[in-house]
């Protein structure tokens, strides 16, 4: 379905509308037009949210939130943003796959980065010499042998992975948890800069101006893990956006590498949990990239087999396959987790991760707070 840009921007303006809200209502109405013409009373939304819509309704072009998104659009035309909505074949086709994807990214640099084969770099923003030296080297490496390092731009291991790929005269991707006319942190402005010159890329789902605030990270972090084809945690604590970062990774069918290190490490308690949950143990760069060759085959075929994701839900009556009817026979009636299935089912990370996509995209699952529900018991 061919939706204007400027009706994706109008929605981009509403606060509290994430991704997953966004993308329900979008299916509940048929189309971003259909929601704007509901009566604000009819959605699940804030009085302040009403209110916007109410204006919308009342002053058109005119109103708040129509004004705001012309003016995105002419700032990002100033500044050589571009605007990628959902349904555009421009869209990176990993990340359409995952569970409530981005319905805007907005891009600064070359927009070609996000369809190259990436792997995502990230670990703690406080870790120790050892780390920051791994994490320069990985970046280095993995950019030589062609493959796009993405990360979120923070201070520590992901501004170390950025630095290696450009050592290595290679692409970077990072992903910001604000608007794309902001960076953070500031220290990382140069950086951010060098990035886009050297033929990289910003990414933000953010509507611009958008300040950076806690609440966006985890946000940004599925994006991250969504844009790439693994996720390698260099160094975290037990307690980190890194390990949020790789969660995400496994619930989107992405393979979770791991670099072990010292015991009396308190950045390496995080890798040592991710590595005891079956992440893959990575002890040199060349092979990760052995194991990286082979993700690039699978995720071909996955996205070659797949249906792509329409802007509505994918039809319900989907066949799904013998492995997949046998993990819906081992979820049961309530959420599970991913650690659970695992132990029920029996498989790999791997495998259980990409029948988990499959099933999603099927209409035969959906991510909840608590785990995986299925939407398919008899």
Same mark, same amino acid.
């Given at each position: 379905? $061919?939706?204007?840009?400027?009706?994706?921007?109008?929605? $981009?303006?509403?606060?509290?509308?994430?991704?997953?809200?966004?993308?329900?209502?979008? =299916?509940? #109405?048929?189309?971003i037009?259909?929601?704007?013409?509901?009566?604000?009373?009819s959605?699940?939304?804030?009085?302040?949210?009403?209110?916007?819509?109410? =204006?919308?309704?009342?002053?058109?072009?005119k109103?708040?939130?129509?004004?705001?998104?012309?003016s995105?659009?002419?700032?990002?035309?100033? =500044?050589?943003?571009?605007?990628?909505?959902?349904?555009?074949?421009?869209?990176?086709?990993?990340l359409?796959?995952?569970?409530? /994807?981005?319905?805007?990214?907005?891009?600064?640099?070359?927009?070609?980065q996000?369809?190259? /084969?990436?792997?995502?770099?990230?670990? !703690?923003?406080?870790? !120790?010499?050892?780390?920051?030296?791994?994490?320069?080297?990985?970046?280095?490496?993995?950019?030589?042998?062609?493959?796009? &390092?993405?990360?979120? +731009?923070?201070?520590?291991?992901?501004?170390a992975?950025h630095?290696?790929?450009?050592?290595?005269?290679?692409?970077?991707?990072?992903?910001?948890?604000?608007?794309?006319?902001?960076?953070?942190?500031?220290?990382?402005?140069?950086?951010?800069?060098?990035i &886009?010159?050297?033929?990289?890329?910003?990414? !933000?789902? #953010?509507?611009?101006?958008?300040?950076?605030?806690?609440?966006? #990270? /985890?946000?940004?972090?599925?994006?991250?893990?969504g +844009?790439?084809?693994?996720?390698?945690?260099?160094?975290?604590?037990?307690?980190?956006?890194?390990?949020?970062?790789?969660?995400?990774?496994?619930?989107?069918?992405?393979?979770?590498f791991?670099?072990?290190? !010292?015991?009396?490490?308190?950045?390496?308690?995080?890798?040592?949990?991710?590595?005891?949950?079956?992440?893959?143990?990575?002890?040199?760069?060349?092979?990760?990239?052995?194991e990286?060759?082979?993700?690039?085959?699978?995720?071909?075929?996955?996205?070659? $087999?797949?249906?792509?994701?329409?802007?509505?839900?994918?039809?319900?009556?989907?066949?799904?396959?013998?492995?997949?009817?046998?993990v819906?026979?081992?979820?049961?009636?309530?959420?599970?987790?991913?650690?659970?299935?695992?132990?029920?089912?029996k498989?790999?990370?791997?495998?259980?991760?990409?029948?988990?996509?499959?099933?999603?995209?099927?209409?035969?699952?959906?991510?909840?707070?608590y785990?995986?529900?299925? +939407?398919?018991?008899?």
């Amino acid at each position: 379905m $061919n939706i204007p840009l400027f009706d994706y921007l109008l929605l $981009n303006q509403i606060p509290g509308l994430g991704a997953a809200s966004c993308l329900d209502l979008m =299916n509940k #109405f048929g189309s971003i037009r259909g929601l704007l013409s509901a009566k604000p009373e009819s959605l699940p939304l804030d009085a302040g949210a009403k209110r916007l819509l109410d =204006n919308y309704w009342a002053e058109g072009d005119k109103s708040d939130i129509a004004q705001k998104a012309q003016s995105e659009i002419t700032w990002c035309e100033e =500044n050589q943003v571009e605007i990628i909505p959902l349904s555009s074949e421009d869209y990176p086709a990993l990340l359409k796959q995952i569970h409530r /994807p981005p319905p805007l990214l907005y891009v600064r640099g070359d927009i070609t980065q996000l369809h190259r /084969p990436q792997l995502a770099l990230v670990g !703690s923003r406080k870790p !120790s010499a050892g780390g920051l030296e791994n994490a320069m080297a990985f970046g280095r490496y993995l950019a030589a042998s062609g493959f796009t &390092v993405t990360s979120g +731009l923070a201070l520590g291991i992901d501004g170390a992975a950025h630095q290696g790929a450009l050592k290595a005269g290679g692409s970077t991707i990072a992903v910001l948890g604000c608007g794309i006319d902001k960076i953070y942190p500031y220290r990382h402005t140069e950086l951010a800069e060098q990035i &886009v010159a050297s033929g990289g890329a910003l990414v !933000s789902e #953010f509507p611009i101006g958008t300040p950076p605030t806690p609440a966006l #990270f /985890p946000q940004r972090n599925r994006v991250i893990s969504g +844009l790439s084809m693994g996720v390698l945690v260099v160094e975290a604590a037990l307690r980190s956006g890194s390990l949020i970062t790789a969660r995400e990774g496994l619930q989107q069918g992405r393979e979770v590498f791991a670099i072990p290190s !010292s015991i009396h490490n308190p950045q390496s308690k995080g890798c040592h949990r991710l590595l005891k949950d079956g992440a893959t143990l990575v002890e040199s760069a060349q092979d990760l990239v052995n194991e990286l060759q082979g993700l690039i085959e699978l995720k071909a075929s996955e996205l070659e $087999n797949s249906p792509q994701m329409p802007l509505l839900a994918v039809e319900a009556d989907a066949i799904v396959s013998e492995k997949e009817q046998a993990v819906l026979g081992k979820m049961g009636y309530d959420p599970i987790s991913v650690d659970a299935l695992l132990a029920r089912t029996k498989m790999s990370v791997r495998e259980l991760g990409v029948i988990l996509v499959s099933l999603e995209l099927k209409d035969c699952i959906k991510l909840t707070p608590y785990g995986y529900e299925s +939407l398919k018991m008899n």
